[in-house]
């Protein structure tokens, strides 16, 4: 049983995923506010990492959509959001300290794009990135249905439904 960890980093808001790729099942998933006060969501984030301890067993390797890059221009960070982007680093770096402390392996990142073209494939829709956020994530949702037999609950954020996909293609790997 191939159980992966899907992570969605976001500039505040983490989704996570745990998802048996082979049964099409997800176990677990949940949507983490960090907050963004560096140095308390940190310790939100081990709080909530608690959850996916149970799992840890079984996990065969977690995998996270791809981090924000950017540069320096005249000790300027650019890029999108830089403060964001900082915090979404040290909140990757978190995840993946948890994931290493108990020996789970971790697997290359996965490209916005790749995700997006991957939710393409498995609707047979074409993804068009000049949409709406609204219709770009409706293509996600859609695509994590298919996948898992049924309608996504409600209750479930575009961000664990970016982290399910994103376990989805590290399987296909």
Same mark, same amino acid.
């Not at 005249?74 to 290493?100: D, E, N, Q, T």
């Given at each position: $049983? ?7 980093? #976001? ?11 082979? /049964? ?6 949940? +949507?983490?506010? &960090?907050? +963004? ?18 799992? /840890? ?6 995998? &996270?959509? =791809? ?8 000790? $300027? !960070? ?10 979404? !680093?040290? #909140? $990757?770096?978190?995840?993946?300290? !948890? ?13 916005? $794009? +790749?995700?997006?073209?991957? /939710?393409?494939?498995? *609707?047979?829709?074409?993804?068009? /990135?000049?949409? *709406?956020? *609204?219709?770009?994530? #409706? ?17 479930? +954020?575009?961000?664990?439904?970016? =982290?399910?996909?994103? =376990?989805?293609? #590290?399987?296909?790997?």
């Amino acid at each position: $049983m191939p159980v992966i960890l899907g992570i969605d980093p #976001a500039y505040r808001t983490l989704g996570l995923a745990l998802v048996d790729t082979d /049964a099409g099942e997800v176990l677990a998933s949940k +949507t983490i506010n &960090c907050g +963004t006060n560096p140095y308390a969501f940190t310790k939100v984030l081990a709080r909530e990492l608690e959850v996916f301890d149970a799992f /840890a067993p079984d996990i065969q390797k977690v995998v &996270c959509e =791809a981090l924000p890059m950017g540069g320096r221009k005249k000790r $300027m !960070w650019v890029g999108p959001r830089p403060p964001a982007s900082h915090r979404i !680093w040290l #909140a $990757m770096g978190a995840v993946f300290y !948890w994931a290493s402390s108990r020996g789970l392996s971790i697997a290359p990142p996965v490209s916005v $794009m +790749t995700i997006k073209a991957f /939710a393409a494939s498995v *609707t047979g829709k074409r993804y068009k /990135a000049g949409g *709406t956020r *609204t219709q770009r994530k #409706a293509l996600v949702r859609e695509a994590v249905g298919l996948l898992l037999g049924a309608e996504p609950k409600d209750s479930v +954020t575009d961000h664990e439904d970016d =982290a399910i996909l994103a =376990a989805y293609v #590290a399987a296909s790997r």
